[in-house]
């Protein structure tokens, strides 16, 4: 069993910056580096479901990015303390959205379904 919870979601002005944690609590046995890491967005009301933003492999030495967050954010992870970050520059009013991070044994998956384990989300406003 892998449990994730996000943090650092909150309200920010155009422009400016925000890192996200995502925290992995693992049952014994499994660990942290077994497991490529993700983050999603989730615009609510949109009708739409939770749309890839990046992702990053095993032990970090990969990641790939959506073409609209390409060259503002980056994804990285520390997995001797199990967590996965999203450094996020250059906020626009449309990357307001709940971020998701997710986890899989798979490295690569850009879609919902690739994806095992999910945290709870935590929710960033741009907004002037």
């Known amino acids: 069993q892998v449990q994730l919870i996000e943090s650092g979601g909150g309200v920010v002005k155009p422009g400016g910056t925000l890192r996200l944690s995502c925290a992995a609590s693992?049952?014994?046995?499994?660990?942290?580096?077994?497991?490529?890491m993700a983050w999603f967005r989730q615009v609510p009301g949109s009708g739409s479901g939770r749309v890839f933003v990046?992702?990053?492999?095993?032990?970090?030495?990969?990641?790939s990015y959506a073409d609209d967050v390409k060259g503002r954010f980056s994804i990285s992870r520390d997995n001797a303390k199990n967590t996965v970050y999203l450094q996020m520059n250059m906020l626009a009013p449309e990357d307001t959205a709940i971020y998701y991070c997710?986890?899989?044994?798979?490295?690569?998956?850009?879609?919902?379904?690739?994806?095992?384990?999910w945290g709870q989300g935590t929710q960033v406003t741009v907004s002037s």
């Open positions: 997710a986890a899989s044994v798979q490295y690569g998956s850009p879609f919902e379904r690739g994806y095992d384990y």
């Open positions: 693992l049952s014994i046995g499994r660990t942290f580096g077994r497991y490529a």
């Open positions: 990046a992702d990053i492999t095993h032990n970090g030495d990969g990641a």
